[in-house]
């Protein structure tokens, strides 16, 4: 049986991936499940190590773009527009003061680092292309699994910001819809510090909205579906350092802002089936050098 402590199906992590029918079936009821000590704390922290080297060999006197669910500065952002390819370094709205400088060290102001890591980078290649999580995306259906994204989220202390309530698939969508997203756990996360929150079931619902890339290049929003994306019955999905969460790309979900003051990193990839189209109108594009991958 699916302990459900935290509200949501979570299990112990099977052996090599092997999802068993009743996880299956709990994915397929809740539309996320959580699979407990999925990585060793040593990989986590091999990972923030890196991402620390990374931060450090930043220069954020050159780049000042925020990334924002609330204001959505990132719309018209040519330097997250097309991000897609690289390693890009995004800082929260509240980094700053009001004459533009920091208020804290750098790796305390960033929002996230995206979103191609885990085909730039050796570490993060290393933690993403694992084959148990090619063994889960087997069980969970997927043909032809590709790696289309990776983000390490900083959620720094005091102003590491809200994450309204969203869907996945608006911004990484295929026809047919096939996006997943697998959020792993660097830190602990909880209702202090701001962890995930979803709402079990919701995934059946219709996708809302669709992030569409324009002929001019630029970002925009459309409603595909008025039935509002209620966060009422939203749960916590608390984590230690190494679980990992695996949700739908319909999923709803959130975060609240980090008011403690400790950090809560978390690593995500999202993979969508290599059968299905990847549109043009995608944000997220590749360079013709840099093709999407799967797990080997
Ligand atoms: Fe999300």
Known sequence: MAARMSGLPEFATPEEGRLTNEMIAAFDDAGVIILRRFATPEACEKLRERTIELVDAFDSGLVRSVFSTKSNAQLDDDYFISSGGATRF???????????????????????????????????????????????????????????????????????????????????????????????????????????????????????????????????????????????SAVPACAKVGDLVIFHGRAPHLSAANTSPRSRHAYTIHIIDGACVWPETNWLQRPPTLPFRGFV
Request: proline share 6%; charged share 25%; aromatic share 10%.
């Open 90 to 232: 995004f800082f929260e709205e509240d980094a700053f003061d009001s004459t533009g400088a920091l208020k804290r060290s750098k790796i305390d102001s960033l929002n996230k680092l995206g979103h191609a890591m885990h085909d730039l980078d050796p570490v993060f290649d290393q933690f993403s292309r694992n084959p148990a999580l090619a063994e889960i995306a087997a069980r969970l259906g997927f043909q032809a699994p590709q790696l289309v994204q990776s983000m390490y989220i900083f959620k720094p202390p005091g102003v590491g910001g809200e994450v309204v309530c969203h869907q996945d698939s608006t911004y990484l969508f295929t026809e047919p819809e096939s996006c997943i997203g697998f959020w792993f756990a660097i830190d602990d996360a909880d209702l202090e510090n701001g962890c995930m929150h979803f709402v079990p079931g919701a995934h059946k619902g219709p996708l809302r909205r669709l992030n569409r890339r324009g002929a001019d290049g630029k970002l925009a929003t459309k409603i595909i579906d008025e039935t509002p994306l209620s966060d009422d």
